[in-house]
């Protein structure tokens, strides 16, 4: 046997690799990544479970509490032996349906150390940790066992012992607008209220996301101080509890990506590959581009609620079917089809009717015509968080769409909490999350894609459910006209966007309307097509904007891709730039995007992803010189260039601006 040491205490190697004291209470697993970089090291000190991790020999958690606390019964936490450890190495690539990446290595190495209690009732518990080279996951396992059947989860006793004078970038918690607030930065200490995940944290010479996987049937983690250390605030329900789960149950996968830098974070795929694969054939679901009859309301035109200025009539429907066959657009989004927008819609939800049109519009004639024109129609389902009212009649309205073609639905639930079973819940509490889940798996059922507002936060259950287009979960342009500044676009590739596609709403080409006057220049707005990702892209302003006003800069958002082979960061800080190349899904063509905070700069892009030896005509979208997000938004320049790979380009962004580019291959 090896002797090893930890800390005062002297341990021995097992033949099996395993670390024990001559007392199965105390143990040390140390789970490395493939590369040897990253070590996740569980610790049974005396019956009790913690874990910390190191890259590259370097502290990146300290030693953190695991456990889980019961209701009418002790945690989870102490008073355990090993029964065993079962370690094991993985490596495959799949191919994603969608995404930012078409082949995805899954690379790990995994020890499940399997645990009982040295007394009486001897619950048992497992934990399971995988090690990547890119982070360390780990998960509670509870199995069925005879004096156990269901549980009450009242509290989630990990931690994640940074150091707290390390920088973070977080939104709140528990607030009436959900996701949708602006990053703000403050050292770790100072976070005292709850945050949402993913947390981005500056731990010195790594950057960390503390966020979870494969959330299903559980409450959201968020994150607060406790003590010296962030802790997990599991979502509660309306009576405090966290879930109520039967035997056998694992929690969401907890998760901590690890970069040398805040740019490096962006190419993790780790969260994705937490999930499982799809069980079923999704080869039907395809991303999509559309217009919408939304931002015309937005901006004052027309409104929601029925009257002389209703937007979603069957005419306007007809003149957008039109439009989007002009434009090359091969999807319509209509809003404010359906009974129930009349009045206060956010106080009147809970009578909304998804299968019931306003007089003034007739889904037939619409859905019809549309594929007429070779047009899809985007279905809309507004809940405003009535989920009572909304799973009475959720089948059916699925049904309803089916039977007119419709094969995307856009459903919003805008209410600051839920209404289920007659309580108001959070949106990600247990029961948010279960609806959720109910809603995606009902969608799939009926051959639908979700694209889903006021969301449950990205935890990479697209792998396993593809139907699950995209989300929004975060600030998007319905806040511009003064709710938004140019930094919230540099934070999100840091923060929300590591969680998955967002639907942001870009595009929006009018950006000096004196209704809702935006912070962005005009190029800027193309940029988003390449720096936030989603597999439904909405091209949100009036077709006459692009028709008459500006079909040169138009002619990037018809052509950008919707899904990519390849995503390579180039340029980035968290809060101040943010620039990413993307190859197209099997294509040789490549899309730069960029933008920037409300400083103006200059950044030189070392052009290295291109094939070597060849030609391309690199097409730019830049602000002009004397652009400026405030003063001259409308300033742009279209040129071309010859590039191939090895070159350098100089590229300038103005205040609050960014830059769009085609590269073609020749």
């Known amino acids: 046997m090896l002797q090893y040491s930890y800390g005062n205490e002297e341990y021995f190697v097992s033949f099996f690799g395993d670390l ?8 040390i697993y140390e789970i490395k990544s493939p590369n040897g970089r990253v070590v996740v090291t569980f610790i049974l000190d005396r019956g009790q479970i913690s874990y910390f991790v190191k890259k590259d020999e370097r502290l990146v958690l300290r030693q953190s509490r695991l456990g ?5 019964s002790s945690p989870l936490a102490d008073g355990f032996s090993v029964v065993r450890a079962y370690s094991k190495s993985f490596d495959e690539t799949w191919k994603a349906y969608w995404g930012e990446q078409h082949i995805i290595r899954n690379n790990y190495n995994e020890t499940a150390i399997y645990l009982e209690e040295v007394d009486k009732p001897n619950r048992l518990l497992t934990m399971r940790f995988r090690a990547y080279d890119d982070g360390i996951a780990f998960r509670y396992e509870i199995p069925a066992q005879p004096e156990m059947k269901n549980m009450v989860i009242a509290d989630e006793l990990t931690e994640f012992a940074v150091d707290v004078n390390s920088r973070s970038w977080s939104i709140p918690a528990y607030q009436p607008d959900r996701y949708e607030y602006s990053y703000t930065e403050k050292p770790v200490s100072q976070l005292t209220d709850s945050v949402h995940t993913p947390l981005t944290i500056d731990v010195g010479a790594t950057y960390v996301s503390i966020h979870e996987a494969a959330l299903y049937n559980y409450g959201g983690m968020t994150l607060k101080m406790n003590g010296a250390a962030l802790k997990a605030d599991i979502t509660p329900l309306s009576d405090g509890m966290r879930a109520y789960v039967e035997l056998p149950f694992s929690t969401p996968w ?3 990506i690890m970069g040398h830098d805040d740019l490096d974070l962006t190419s993790s795929r780790m969260i994705l590959n937490l999930n499982d694969p799809p ?13 919408g009859i939304w931002w015309a309301m937005y901006v004052g035109e027309w409104t929601w609620a029925p009257g002389e200025r209703h937007g979603a009539t069957t005419e306007h429907a007809m003149q957008y079917i039109d439009a989007c066959k002009n434009l090359g657009i091969p999807g319509l989004l209509i809003e404010g089809w359906n009974d129930g927008w009349e009045g206060d819609w956010l106080e009147n939800g809970e009578h909304n009717k998804f299968m019931e049109s306003t007089p003034d519009f007739d889904m037939k004639i619409v859905s019809d015509y549309g594929r007429a024109n070779g047009v899809e129609i985007i279905g809309h389902h507004e809940t405003v968080g009535f989920i009572d009212n909304y799973e009475k009649q959720m089948e059916e309205a699925y049904r309803f769409y089916k039977d ?3 094969r995307y639905i856009k459903s919003g639930y805008a209410g600051s909490k839920m209404t289920i079973n007659g309580r108001r819940e959070f949106h990600h509490s247990q029961l948010g999350v279960l609806h959720y889940q109910k809603a995606l ?15 449950i936060k990205g935890t990479g259950i697209e792998r396993t459910w593809p139907n699950l287009m995209t989300r929004e979960g975060a600030r998007g342009q319905e806040y511009e006209g003064g709710a938004l500044s140019p930094s919230h676009a540099c934070y999100l590739p840091f923060t929300r966007l590591l969680a998955g596609g967002m639907d942001y709403t870009p595009g929006i080409l009018d950006v000096s309307n004196f209704s809702k006057r935006m912070a962005t220049t005009i190029t800027r707005q193309l940029a988003y097509y390449v720096t936030i990702y989603s597999s439904m892209q909405m091209a949100a302003d009036r077709p006459q904007i692009y028709e008459t006003s500006y079909p040169d800069l138009f002619e990037f958002i018809r052509d950008v891709p919707l899904r990519w082979e390849r995503s390579i960061p180039l340029v980035g800080e968290i809060g101040k730039c943010f620039v990413v190349a993307r190859q197209e899904w099997d294509g040789s063509n490549w899309y730069v995007g960029g933008v920037t905070n409300e400083e103006g700069r200059k950044i030189e892009l070392y052009i290295d992803f291109l094939e070597p030896g060849v030609n391309y005509i690199a097409k730019i979208y830049r602000d002009s010189e004397d652009a400026h997000y405030r003063d001259h938004q409308l300033g742009y320049v279209i040129e071309e260039k010859l590039i191939r790979n090895g070159d350098h380009i100089e590229m300038y962004m103005a205040p609050g601006g960014g830059f769009a580019m085609k590269l073609k291959k020749q």
């Not at 069980?279 to 217009?291: A, I, N, Y």
């Open 20 to 27: 024990f004291k001559k007392n199965k209470t105390d143990a």
């Open 68 to 72: 889980i606390a019961l209701k009418d």
């Open 254 to 256: 907890r998760t901590i």
């Open 279 to 291: 069980r079923d054939d999704f080869s039907w679901v395809e991303p999509t581009k559309f217009l």
């Open 404 to 406: 007119h073609g419709v």
């Open 441 to 455: 798996e009902l969608a799939a059922k009926y051959g639908i894609m979700l694209d889903v507002h006021e969301p």
